[in-house]
């Protein structure tokens, strides 16, 4: 029952409470395949690009870095380490895939976007027993609105005094800003992080070449992140074998 | 498109499904390391704040004035697209206003 991608009842319900998200991801995919005209990549390669990685944040990190110089490796780390949370997204998802082979756990976390996830995870929530089709179902309608708009966006065609005029130029930024937003948790763990990253980033922009500017302060605020977790860790234990009293907060 | 942007998308996307399946299969032993995970955690943010703050220091006042309506839009909808486009329009009018940069 379970081991299935195919069930189409419930790829049907996957599908429909995803139709909403779909018309958003439409809109936005919309304006990432104009930027990727702006960016001369050639149809082909923006359907596989589409096809072959479901997240929209790796072609949005493409795109802002593309041209920057010759150099494509740091788009590559840079498309890694905005990725990572899609591991912490797949084992959210252990329970739901369970009993599905190999093949068809790679291929339904292949498909997984932001979207179709958290419908999922909502329903599991509700319904305490969703099923792989039901994630497989809001999917596909997921990737097909991005894949469309993307195509869509392309043969608008628009030309760059266009995107100027349309404010279009910003919208990569504007998608990375609303994207941490919605990753911010708290200052405790947070401020610290991003402030060490953002001044890294900001004083070694003219050393390095290219984009690895973003990773040298990606790596700075996460060992930031790090170290200020291990005094956290340090600090408890201490406060632990002290036998104090009062809150001991844990990291 | 050249071979080595075909080879950058295949290496994106084999890459992508790796972090999906270690996440997978490995997720568990992540989280039994309480510095490691906050590192981890912390990547995806720090990546995004260090594209984010540079870039936004280069422009003008019109690229803050965009990105501060982006931004109230996201706490206020949660709505990505919305906030996004609502940007795009602050600075689409603002450039129709004349204001420069």
Known sequence: MNASLLSFDQMGRGARACLVPGLAVLVFSFVMGALAHQAHWSLPYLVAFCLGITGASVQAIALQMWSNSADLMPILVAGFAVHLRYALIAASLRGVLAELSFFRKAFALHMTSDSSWAMTIADERRNKGTTPAFLFGGSLVIISAYTLGNVGGYFAALDMADMRRWGLDFAILGVFLCLLIALWRSTRVDLLPWFVAALVACLTKNALSGGWYMVAGALAGALAAGAAALHADRKARAAAAAGGAGAVERT | ?101
Request: include cysteine; glycine fraction near 10%.
């Open chain 2, 1 to 101: 498109m050249t071979n080595g942007e075909w080879l950058l998308l295949a290496s994106l996307a084999a890459m992508a499904l790796f972090i999906r399946l270690g996440g997978l299969y490995a997720g568990r032993y992540l989280e039994r390391h309480a510095i490691g995970q906050a590192m981890f955690n912390a990547i995806p943010g720090c990546l995004l704040v260090a594209l984010v703050v540079p870039d936004l220091l280069s422009r003008g006042v019109t690229g803050w004035i965009a990105a501060a309506i982006t931004a109230v839009l996201m706490l206020v909808t949660r709505n990505m697209t919305v906030s996004m486009m609502g940007g795009v329009a602050a600075m689409a009018l603002l450039r129709v206003a004349g204001i420069a940069a």
